[in-house]
């Protein structure tokens, strides 16, 4: 009886460790952040802006040249095979004894590139005048008929911030996540006042909190573009310094047409707080599939484009 009960809990042990390690690596394989969600709901509050639950974001460190950095599924390993309809400039050559293509740039593509990885190394400093405007501008541009107490403000929990200080929440995403969301809210007012104030959709009662919901995308969008590496390694990263090249803003803009896409996502899925993660895993495949449609030119051409309201 004893050998029986003892094998019976191994046997319990063994497939709780097989769950465990495969949803790490369903996580590390896609390059999702984890959100972790509390039991706690705000009402709804009087602008419509819907319910929102405090998240914590478990980030994955990113090491510049790493060759263990993780890259999209859909890369294609192969010599001298060309990007696209006008990417004639990035070539794909596989490497002595790796699997992986490398991908040449153009000056202007590498200047590009660093430029990127600039903003991209510039961590949120919270004593910072420039980076304490920015938050504040984020603030105005999000609620304009409403007063700032503070940068330190219970207010800031309305945006669907983890707190009454949003600047915890950009220590996974840096600087780049601020201006992100300050480009958005900008650029494309409709769909970014949609989003922040939930007013379009059938709405789930527990909703996904909307800024740090942008932090995540923010860290998505460099991990599946690859831009923590000094060339990219995948099809997707090569194709979007192609537009990178041509626009400056191109990492914003795409941030915008995720984020709604994301949305988009999240209503057709009917999720809940807790399909986050699933919803994120289908927007980057979907992402990715129309980067690498032949008649894209530019973002703009993107279909998820078509979602966006100025």
């Known amino acids: 009886m004893v050998v029986v009960e003892a094998v019976v809990v191994m046997v319990v042990v063994v497939v709780v460790l097989v769950v465990v390690v495969a ?152 600087l780049i996540s601020l201006e992100n969301l300050l480009y958005f809210a900008r650029n494309f007012q409709k769909s970014f006042q949609d989003l922040l104030r939930k007013q379009v959709g059938d709405r789930a009662m527990w909703e996904y909190p909307f800024a740090v919901a942008g932090v995540n995308i923010t860290f998505m969008l460099i991990q599946m573009l690859d831009l923590e590496a000094v060339k990219p390694r995948n099809m997707v990263g090569a194709t979007f310094l192609k537009f990178l090249s041509e626009n400056e803003s191109a990492f914003d803009l795409l941030y915008c047409i995720t984020f709604k896409l994301m949305d988009h996502q999240w209503l057709s899925m009917h999720a809940s707080y807790m399909d986050f993660n699933t919803v994120m895993k289908a927007t980057r495949r979907q992402l990715e599939r129309e980067l690498l449609l032949e008649d894209i030119t530019r973002l703009e051409d993107l279909p998820s484009y078509a979602l966006l309201r100025r």
């Not at 696209?84 to 590139?113: H, I, K, M, Y």
């Not at 190394?121 to 005048?129: H, K, L, R, T």
Request: proline share 4%.
């Open 23 to 174: 949803v790490i690596q369903d996580v590390v394989e896609e390059g999702v952040a984890t959100f972790v969600f509390s039991k706690g709901r705000s009402e709804m509050d009087d602008r419509g802006g819907g319910s929102f639950v405090a998240v914590r974001r478990i980030s994955q460190g990113l090491d510049r040249g790493n060759p263990c950095h993780s890259t999209s599924a859909e890369a294609v390993a192969g010599s001298a095979a060309w990007l696209g309809r006008g990417l004639s400039c990035v070539c794909a050559q596989r490497r002595e004894n790796d699997a992986r293509p490398s991908f040449d740039l153009t000056p202007a593509q590498e200047d590009c590139l660093q430029r990127l990885q600039n903003r991209i190394d510039v961590a949120y400093n919270s004593s910072d005048p420039e980076h304490q405007e920015a938050l504040k501008a984020l603030w105005n541009a999000s609620f304009p008929e409403e007063k700032l107490n503070g940068l330190i403000s219970e207010q800031w929990k309305e945006m669907g911030w983890q707190g009454k200080d949003p600047s915890t929440d950009f220590r996974g995403g840096g």
